[in-house]
């Protein structure tokens, strides 16, 4: 089974930068994606960026130059470096896991950008 815990959300004003990480723990061997998603209130959840076993990303045009994902395998930790923050940007964002065809789920760690 893989735990999945995110940290680094909080309070920051527009224009402001934070870095989330999501660390995996329990089995975590194998060939995996992990990816970070978020969600606002009332609104679906969307997918922000995602990077692959051999390094690859992708983001959601929202984001792009602004945010930046990035993984540690030694660790099996991923992050996103979120910068130029917009009030659009509050949400609940959360970590994912895909492994062997299973998706684990952090619990979510609120980012809130309000002045």
């Known amino acids: 089974q893989v735990q999945l815990v995110e940290s680094g959300g909080g309070l920051v004003q527009p224009g402001g930068s934070l870095r989330l990480s999501c660390a995996a723990s329990?089995?975590?061997?194998?060939?995996?994606?992990m990816d970070w998603y978020r969600q606002a209130p009332g609104k679906e959840r969307e997918l922000v960026a995602t990077?692959?076993?051999?390094?690859?990303?992708a983001y959601a045009d929202s984001v792009k130059g602004r945010f930046t994902i990035s993984r540690d395998n030694g660790k099996i930790t991923v992050y996103l470096q979120m910068n130029s923050l917009k009030p659009e940007d509050t949400a609940v964002y959360y970590c994912?896991?895909?492994?062997?065809?299973?998706?684990?789920w952090g619990q979510g760690t609120q980012v809130t950008v309000s002045s």
């Open positions: 994912h896991l895909l492994r062997w065809s299973r998706n684990y």
């Open positions: 990077i692959g076993s051999g390094g690859s990303t």
């Open positions: 329990g089995s975590t061997f194998g060939i995996y994606t």
